[in-house]
C-alpha cells in the first residue's frame, strides 16, 4: 500500500507563493508519474500539474506561475506556486502511480492540503 502525505498549504494574499510538498510512502518500487490536481468549492477536480521522466504537463490556468518538480530519492513532488490569484483558492490533492515492489500496480491520493489566497 502506498500512502501520500501533502503539506505547505495555507492563507495567503493574491500575488504570493506558496510551496506544496507530497512524500509517498510504502512499498514503492517506482513511481512513474507524480501530479496535483485541485478541487475548488462547487467544481470539479482538475489536473494542476503533472511530472513523469518524459517531463512535465500543466494546466493552461497555471502555465508561467506554478512550477512541478520531484526528487525520486525521496519520492516526494514539490508544487511552487507563485503570482497566486484568488481563483488559485482550492483544496490541493498529490497524486501517485506505479509499481510495488509485488509487481502490483498503484495510483493513489492524498487526502488534500486548503490553498486559500485573499485578494
Known amino acids: 500500500q502506498v500512502q501520500l502525505v501533502e503539506s505547505g498549504g495555507g492563507l495567503v494574499q493574491a500575488g504570493g507563493s506558496l510551496r506544496l510538498s507530497c512524500a509517498a510512502s510504502g512499498s514503492i518500487f517506482v513511481s512513474i508519474a507524480m501530479g496535483w490536481y485541485r478541487q475548488a468549492p462547487g467544481k470539479q477536480r482538475e489536473l494542476v500539474a503533472t511530472?513523469?521522466?518524459?517531463?512535465?504537463n500543466y494546466a493552461d490556468s497555471v502555465k508561467g506561475r506554478f512550477t512541478i518538480s520531484r526528487d525520486n530519492a525521496k519520492n516526494t513532488v514539490y508544487l511552487q506556486m507563485n503570482s497566486l490569484k484568488p481563483e488559485d483558492t482550492a483544496v490541493y490533492y498529490c497524486?501517485?502511480?506505479?509499481?510495488?515492489?509485488?509487481?502490483?500496480?498503484?495510483?493513489?491520493w492524498g487526502r488534500g492540503t486548503q490553498v486559500t489566497v485573499s485578494s
Open positions: 511530472i513523469t521522466s518524459d517531463g512535465t
Open positions: 497524486n501517485a502511480n506505479g509499481l510495488t515492489y509485488s509487481a502490483s500496480g498503484f495510483d493513489s
